[in-house]
């Protein structure tokens, strides 16, 4: 298939990113609705099984390397992708930080030729397959903290509250990553933060009449839970980023791959714990409509729109994306006002206003 133009590719970019939104939007209103007319308020059990589709990128990664074996056309292809293989693995067990050159001098002329020095040093740097299991393993429990919290917040407030909070990660990797050195900090991000600050401050205070927060009567709580999300989300982002440096060191679909493995194997005591404490009694779905609204927002709401995401990226900028997943923000707003029935008051737009600006203003 022919390549996409650079910029027929940027435009299928930003629809995707596009089609994540309303996906990531989406998916807050069932898990909401789920929570609240059906009555199975279990975020612990969505997100538990939501997670665990990301290793279905296992299964599809193993498939395609089978497929790819069983159909190379000629021996000597493989006899080369086998010595390649070999060089790779003996560059990347080298953790000194430097190229070993002795390596490469002892392997055939023919793979020193083809390979070249970029490709000696992308190899040198990217993670194997053994690292990438371990750090999929060992981010599974702050990358499951920071969903469930997100979903138990819908619970307790509005799908546009959780979303408008949650949106504040982003200042929250700001402030973590430039203590861990991993941002910069100057004054255009300080004024950021403090005028998010002020947004949170208003929305929580004066974002919901007296009607709403009679239907809600703990909305403060669904908020401190997406506020707690947005900063768990912001510790992820950072340790991920303090540990691979650079993106392209990151097989991505093996680390989520790890990640929804972990939580498979890790996490199901979590079921006995919240049932026998009574934080979350272990109820499987009553319905056949309930279990295919959970199934839906798993495959599509999780494993799908991070597949989407992942391509978005890629064909236009880390920046562009996150800048527009803070699209959210009014979507999420418009469906609670036109589908819930919802009023809120002055303040609560401005405040979201605020946030955006202060999104908007941390990334420039």
Not at 192 to 210: P, R
């Amino acid at each position: 298939m022919a390549a996409i133009p650079t910029p027929a590719r940027h435009t299928v970019g930003l629809f995707l990113l596009l089609g994540v939104v309303f996906i990531w939007v989406a998916s807050s209103f069932l898990v909401s609705n789920l929570f609240g007319k059906l009555e199975y308020n279990r975020p612990f059990f969505i997100t538990y099984l939501n997670t665990s589709t990301f290793s279905l990128y296992l299964v599809g990664a193993y498939a395609s390397r089978v497929w790819k074996s069983r159909h190379s056309t000629k021996p000597a292809q493989r006899k080369r992708s086998r010595s390649d293989d070999n060089t790779a693995l003996l560059l990347a067990d080298n953790t000194s930080g430097e190229v070993d050159t002795s390596v490469v001098t002892n392997t055939s002329d023919d793979v020193s030729s083809r390979l070249g020095r970029a490709r000696l040093e992308l190899i040198q740097s990217k993670l194997s397959v053994r690292e990438t299991v371990l750090l999929g393993t060992s981010f599974c429990g702050l990358w499951f903290a920071a969903n469930v919290t997100q979903n138990a917040s819908l619970a307790y407030t509005t799908v546009a509250n959780s979303s408008i909070l949650c949106s504040t990660s982003g200042l929250f990797t700001l402030i973590i990553g430039a203590a861990a050195g991993v941002e910069t900090f100057n004054g255009m991000r300080l004024a950021a933060v403090l005028v998010s600050v002020l947004g949170v401050y208003s929305i929580m205070k004066f974002g919901t009449d007296e009607a709403t927060s009679t239907h809600m009567p703990l909305s403060w709580l669904g908020d401190m839970l997406a506020l707690l999300s947005a900063a768990l989300y912001g510790c992820y982002t950072t340790l991920l980023k303090r540990r691979i440096g650079d993106e392209s060191r990151l097989d991505t679909p093996l680390f989520f791959g790890a990640v929804g493995l972990a939580n498979i194997l890790l996490l199901w005591p979590g079921f006995i714990v919240l049932h026998y404490t009574g934080i979350e009694t272990f109820r499987l779905p009553h319905s056949g409509s309930m279990w295919l609204m959970i199934i839906v927002n798993a495959l599509i709401g999780t494993f799908l729109s991070d597949y989407l995401w992942l391509l978005a990226m890629l064909m236009t900028s880390p920046l562009v994306v996150t800048l527009g997943l803070s699209l959210t923000i009014p979507l999420s707003m418009a469906g609670d006002i036109v589908f819930k029935g919802l009023s809120v008051s002055l303040p609560y737009y401005l405040g979201a206003l605020m946030i955006l600006a202060a999104f908007v203003a941390a990334n420039l």
